[in-house]
């Protein structure tokens, strides 16, 4: 699972690289911008798989997932406007 996480966290990574209007201006910042997004997601999945041993995740926690993502590239995307 780790491998796996890694290997998306570096294919967001080089995506965040790619997006000019985020203007990224060097690679570790997109990699930190890459893991930030992966937190979110490992926390989401670690609170419902481990500790609500719930298997499938509710419309609600996608939406709760979306906006936190949302909420962090959203001052990033405006001050490349």
Same mark, same amino acid.
């Given at each position: 699972?780790? !491998?796996?996480?890694?290997? #998306?966290?570096?294919?967001?990574? %080089?995506?965040?690289?790619?997006? @000019?209007? &985020?203007?990224? =201006?060097?690679?570790?910042?997109? !990699?930190?911008?890459?893991? #930030?997004?992966?937190?979110?997601? %490992?926390?989401?999945?670690?609170? @419902?798989? &481990?500790?609500? =041993?719930?298997?499938?995740?509710?419309?609600?926690?996608?939406e709760r997932v979306r906006q936190q993502i949302h909420f962090?590239?959203?001052?990033?995307?405006?001050?490349? =406007?």
């Open positions: 699972m780790i !491998d796996a996480i890694q290997q #998306i966290q570096a294919r967001l990574s %080089q995506a965040f690289q790619n997006i @000019e209007k &985020l203007a990224l =201006n060097d690679s570790q910042a997109a !990699d930190n911008l890459a893991m #930030i997004v992966m937190s979110i997601f %490992q926390k989401v999945l670690y609170d @419902e798989l &481990l500790i609500k =041993n719930q298997w499938l995740l509710s419309a609600d926690v996608r962090l590239l959203a001052p990033i995307q405006t001050t490349t =406007n």
